[in-house]
Antibody
Framework: EVQLVESGGGLVQPGGSLRLSCAASGFTFSSYWLSWVRQAPGKGLEWVAN????????YYVDSVKGRFTISRDNAKNSLFLQMNSLRAEDTALYYCARERWGNHFYGMDVWGPGTTVTVSS | DIQMTQSPSTLSAFVGDRVTITCRASQSFSSWLAWYQQKPGKAPKLLIY???SLESGVPSRFSGSGSGTEFTLTISSLQPDDFATYYCQQYNSYSRTFGQGTKVEIK
């Protein structure tokens, strides 16, 4: 079964750090772009960052540039999001998602159940 | 960055109604647009990719169209399972921006 499972969420104080992980199974992990998408409580979806199959390209939404770092370990079928200098507005459910590509981006076809990050004092 | 604006934000409809959701881009881009359905407490589900291609397993009552700056998602006959929030998403080389969402409610 194709699956993504996030972990690492929790309660952290403003200015703190957290590292999210996403474990993949059931597909050839190293063949896919991957994204992190977040959803603040009661709000819509916000794309956060993504990373190319071999990790050579990474892109971020402006609001997290310089604070968040996306990475992957293809040997361990794992995706990561290192979050530093956390702010209250980073509070959200964080999803990892697989990007499907044909000759271009087709969409995010596999999602994990998400992990909750709460930034509060 | 390209901004995506969906309308309406909320839509009330009866079972059996034809429903159309619009997604407008702040500037023209290629037709690399996707639509998702999200139910409460669940992860989003890919419905449509490349503006009009139906994802495998998605009922044929869902369809997508459009190009340039205006795209639509149509549900030809709304079913009880379709009450959810729908999001469009645009792709360019550096971002994957979502629209703000359209909640489809039971009338």
């Amino acid at each position: 079964e194709v699956q993504l499972v996030e972990s690492g969420g929790g309660l952290v104080q403003p200015g703190g750090s957290l590292r999210l992980s996403c474990a993949a199974s059931g597909f050839t992990f190293s063949s896919y772009w991957l994204s992190w998408v977040r959803q603040a409580p009661g709000k819509g979806l916000e794309w956060v960052a993504n990373i190319k199959e071999d990790g050579s390209e990474k892109y971020y939404v402006d609001s997290v540039k310089g604070r968040f770092t996306i990475s992957r370990d293809n040997a361990k079928n794992s995706l990561f999001l290192q979050m530093n200098s956390l702010r209250a507005e980073d509070t959200a459910l964080y999803y990892c998602a697989r990007e499907r590509w044909g000759n271009h981006f087709y969409g995010m076809d596999v999602w994990g159940p998400g992990t909750t990050v709460t930034v509060s004092s | 960055d390209i901004q995506m604006t969906q309308s309406p934000s909320t839509l009330s409809a009866f079972v059996g109604d034809r429903v159309t959701i619009t997604c407008r881009a702040s500037q023209s881009f290629s037709s690399w647009l996707a639509w998702y359905q999200q139910k409460p407490g669940k992860a989003p589900k890919l419905l449509i990719y490349k503006a009009s291609s139906l994802e495998s397993g998605v009922p044929s009552r869902f369809s997508g169209s459009g190009s340039g700056t205006e795209f639509t998602l149509t549900i030809s006959s709304l079913q009880p399972d379709d009450f959810a929030t729908y999001y469009c998403q645009q792709y360019n080389s550096y971002s994957r921006t979502f629209g703000q969402g359209t909640k489809v409610e039971i009338k």
